[in-house]
């Protein structure tokens, strides 16, 4: 091949890279965050720009952080040593930081901070889009009605006391160090008055002693105080609640023993199943009846149910009529500390301050705007010939925004995460904007029904990714959520709503059964241009145990009968600490759609194939350009010593051939491609907070080999600044024309993060030397990011 | 006073009490508050000597501050039992319960300290390693005794090394 036809080739292939990859994805593969609390579970998802397969992650189940590998689909571009990080609005309490890199070869490495140690469960989308993450959460423990300690001593923490009052920024302070509510009280010792910053009050010593530690650090001569001043003595209605009458007995109820009897047991029954809207209407019925032996449980459990319905006006107005009629019932101290924690936890900002909020708005909002510049150059010379050629000069602008309103029953939040990349290149796809959420939520928690409306992400009940729509749900049970979802498909961010191709779908969620089993199960229906597109029923089962985490999906397409996906996951915790993942992933590739007939045929628009073929025709032609895909992948990892975790990993890839038909030629299997890698992580290496690490990785094909290097660390400099150099060695071998390319690339990335404001930079090169015997051709890269965050 | 205190061993001391069974554990050297008294001669003063005790008794630790209320003159003041005291730290305070008997109702027969003087008065109360990290943490600690509705102030005198 002559040269200057090679370098044309060379430059083709760039360009067509740059066309078909968006503007965000060379720029940013984790285009958001987005959690939602559901009941016993917080579920975390990260949507991404372009698909990214399941590998791995470490540790199994339990850990302040999770890292996961991923190889990267042909739609991610080329990499770069480390991503712009997404926004965290959309999580934020849940996730603390996400980092993603790419150390070699296809490997993308997103290491997922909480914001505290979780348990989880992960679960890959069946398109590669996203990734979900369920943070286990203990639910409410089995309601008994006795089942606070003893006593009642009250806590505080006091952190300071001074002879001189403190200011009021003290106080807000002194809450965000602590993460409680502060207080102030008074004391005269010895004819001095003493004024004393508290930290409080606390129903629990064990809550006390966990600020107590929260606070050590800022506060060394913190102690516990019980019960000494009038705030952790005092209980009755706090201002601003609204009261409410509590239930008395009417002269004219009339329940017979056995009628009290059985209403009881089904209230408990109720009460039991945390199935508190019929638990109340009965205790309510019970309550109004003259004394009876069990009166005075019945009106606990009452105001316990009411309390864990959100009914606080009511739930106090109960505890308080409970200590007038029995105040020296055997629940009364019981009673006496529900009150005071109701109270405490309803209370405006009297003289103190909440934990982190500063103020007692029912609203909260928060968010981030980011900006980043970025460029690429590349530099290609190839015997005499040699270009320049600019791939990326780009300014990316990100904004994310939240709006909470928890109310005492009903919820709203609306959230909003949209982006705009303006396109400096003459030549270039052009400036694109994105919106990739952009929904309202309503959620009645007494009820127990949610409903979301407007583009969201999908993910689960068989939706494939982010949609226009609404979903919406209802627990009908406590162990069983029923769902439903209408709406319109998105295939990218940057397109508004398609009203062409639409889906309805329910889902029903079950679970958790025998403290380890939930269950999900689907049936989607998706209509394009009035043809099917897309008839599917599946399931997802999550199996949790400590140490065994297992997930499977299957999804059968109903409308051309074969299985669409089957995907299993396994990671189990095995002796002397290894950890064994485990990953069979059978699909079609790209997912069954009768849209699929679209590839390779001379249309924009679906319905244009009507005028080409029959319908017959048009679904056989989307079974012929869908192939069939499988990956198996198994890896091991252990910690070693203190500082180090070691990973092996081996996995293989076979994408299926695809027939001719439609004038759309024949595609050969791939072969089976073979991937080994093993990496080492370094904690601490050099300080506090540092993260080191090296990588190897082997892959060999039918129509290559590549052995990749990496190494790299991040090392924190002083309380603000974050420095990252990373080096890729890259050897690829080519069978079809014998080549051998060598690429070096060295990167640093810093940062600087203030409270609200990071600064992020970042520049690399990638120096690339190929060898074709007689001829070779090098190539050079430059890239280069400067950008900053503001979150509020 | 000081030679009394400079012959105590620095470390902290274990013993077992062959009466009650228990293992105290005494921490190193005591403290010593001083009020004076001037009315009765020009260097008389009352003392309260004080140090921290764990009483281990079948496995079940208790800790205590234990000591004495003393005099090299007036033994009245030490003996009458409506006197009360307190140590203060900063805006904590902590009642010394006066224990005319000796110290066996916490496990303690043997003295963890030396006697003072015959006519000294046990002093104890229970306490929580933090607020022993308290006590040690403020400077200015110091012991009140009320009698007859009149404050006598009890300055450190000396204490143990830290």
Request: aromatic residues 8%; contains cysteine.
């Amino acid at each position: 091949m002559r040269p200057g036809l090679r370098l044309l080739l060379a430059a083709s292939a760039v360009l067509c890279n740059l066309a078909t990859t968006p503007l965000w994805a060379q720029g940013r593969i984790i285009e958001d965050v987005v959690a939602s609390e559901q009941r016993g579970y917080v579920s975390v998802t990260l949507l991404f720009s372009c698909s990214l397969r399941y590998l791995s992650h470490t540790p199994a189940t339990d850990g302040e952080a999770v890292q996961v590998r991923f190889s990267a689909g042909p739609d991610c571009g080329r990499a770069t040593a480390s991503e712009p990080r997404p926004m965290l609005a959309g999580a934020a309490g849940y996730v603390r930081s996400i980092d993603l890199v790419r150390p070699f070869g296809s490997d993308v490495q997103v290491l997922i901070g909480w914001s505290r140690a979780e348990t989880f469960v992960l679960t890959p989308s069946m398109n590669g889009r996203q990734l979900r993450v369920r943070l286990l959460r203990a639910e409410t423990p089995q309601v008994t009605v006795k089942e606070l300690p003893q006593g009642v001593s009250t806590y505080a923490v006091n952190l300071a006391s001074s002879t001189t009052p403190f200011p009021p920024d003290a106080l807000a302070a002194a809450a965000k160090i602590v993460g409680a509510r502060t207080y102030v009280s008074e004391t005269v010792v010895d004819d001095q008055r003493w004024y004393r910053l508290r930290a409080g009050p606390f129903v629990t010593e064990m809550a006390a002693k966990q600020a107590l530690t929260n606070s050590r650090g800022e506060f060394p001569k913190a102690w516990v105080a019980i019960s000494d001043d009038d705030t952790l003595n005092e209980i009755g209605t706090p201002s601003g609640v609204a009261t409410v009458r509590s239930t008395a007995p009417q002269v004219n109820a009339s329940m017979t023993p056995e009628e009290i009897k059985k209403a009881l047991a089904q209230a408990k029954d109720a009460f039991r199943r945390k199935n508190y809207a019929t638990a109340i209407p009965l205790l309510t019925q019970l309550t109004q009846q003259p004394e009876f032996p069990q009166r005075a449980d019945a009106q606990e459990m009452l105001a316990l149910a009411r309390e864990r319905s959100g009914q606080v006006a009511h739930a106090k107005a109960e505890y308080e009529d409970y200590l007038q009629r029995y105040p020296t019932g055997d629940g009364a101290t019981r009673v006496h500390k529900r009150l005071q924690a109701l109270a405490w936890a309803t209370r405006p900002g009297r003289d103190g301050s909440n934990g982190g909020d500063g103020d007692e708005s029912p609203w909260r909002v928060y968010g981030g705007f980011s900006q980043i510049y970025r460029q690429d150059q590349s530099h290609t010379e190839s015997g005499l010939a040699s270009s320049d050629l600019t791939t990326q000069n780009a300014l990316l602008t990100d904004v994310s925004l939240v709006a909470r309103r928890h109310g005492e029953r009903f919820d709203f939040t609306t959230r909003a995460s949209a982006g705009y990349g303006y396109d400096m290149l003459t030549d270039g796809p052009g400036s694109q904007s994105r919106v990739s959420l952009l929904f309202a939520e309503f959620a009645d928690r007494v009820a127990g029904w949610y409903a979301r409306l407007g583009r969201q992400a999908g993910g689960s009940g068989g939706l494939m990714g982010t949609f226009d729509g609404m979903q919406a749900g209802y627990q009908l049970w406590p162990r069983l959520r029923v769902n439903g979802f209408f709406g319109f498909p998105v295939d990218s961010t940057r397109e508004g709503p398609d009203s062409e191709r639409k889906f309805v779908g329910v889902s029903a969620d079950v679970g958790t059964l025998a403290n380890a089993w939930d269950l999900s199960f689907y049936a989607v229906d998706q209509q394009y241009s009035g043809v099917t597109d897309r008839q599917a029923v599946g399931t997802e089962v999550r199996y949790f145990r400590p140490g065994i985490t297992v997930v499977g999906i299957a999804d059968f397409d109903v409308h051309y009968s074969t299985l669409n996906t089957m995907l299993l996951l396994g990671t189990f915790t095995l002796p002397a600490r290894w950890t064994l993942n485990l990953n069979l992933d059978h699909r079609k590739s790209p997912g069954l759609s009768t849209r699929n007939a679209m590839i390779g045929q001379p249309v924009r628009r679906f319905d244009e194939l009507f005028g080409l073929y029959s319908p017959q025709q048009i679904e056989q032609l989307a079974l012929d350009r869908t192939a069939e895909s499988k990956m198996y992948s198994a890896g091991v990892s252990r910690p070693f010593g203190e500082r180090w975790q070691w990973s092996l990993d081996a996995s293989t890839m076979t994408l299926g051939s695809t027939p001719e038909s439609g004038g759309v030629p024949a595609t050969p299997s791939s072969g089976t491609d073979i991937a080994v890698s093993t990496q080492a992580l370094g904690y601490g290496l050099f300080g506090r907070g540092d993260v080191t690490s090296l990588g190897l990785q082997y892959q060999t094909g039918e129509s290559a080999q590549v052995l990749s290097l990496g190494v790299g660390t991040q090392l924190p400099i002083g309380e603000r600044w974050r420095v990252g150099p990373r080096l890729r060695l890259d050897q690829r071998k080519l069978d079809i024309d014998r080549s051998t390319t060598l690429t070096y690339s060295p990167a640093l990335r810093a940062e600087m993060r203030g409270k609200h404001l990071t600064f992020e930079m970042e520049g690399g090169a990638e120096i690339g030397s190929r060898n074709m015997g007689t001829i070779s051709e090098d190539a050079t890269r430059y890239y280069f990011s400067l950008g900053y965050r503001y979150d509020f | 006073m000081a030679g009394c205190a400079s012959e105590q061993q620095a470390g902290p001391r274990e013993y077992l009490d062959e009466r009650t069974a228990a293992t105290i554990t005494v921490a190193g050297e005591a403290m010593v508050f001083a009020c004076n008294r001037p009315e009765l001669g020009v260097h008389a003063r009352d003392y309260v000597t004080l140090t921290a005790v764990d009483v281990n008794t079948s496995g079940r630790h208790a800790t205590h501050l234990v000591g004495y209320a003393w005099s090299t003159l007036d033994k009245r003041t030490v003996q009458e039992s409506d006197s009360r005291y307190e140590i203060i730290a900063d805006d904590r305070t902590l009642p010394l319960q006066p224990m005319p008997d000796g110290f066996r109702s916490i496990g303690v027969n043997e003295p963890p300290i030396p006697v003072p003087s015959r006519s000294a008065l046990p002093l104890t109360a229970p306490i929580t390693r933090d607020q022993l990290q308290f006590l040690r943490d403020t400077p200015g600690a110091y012991v009140v005794r009320t009698r007859d509705g009149v404050l006598e102030r009890f300055d450190l005198w000396s204490a143990p090394q830290r």
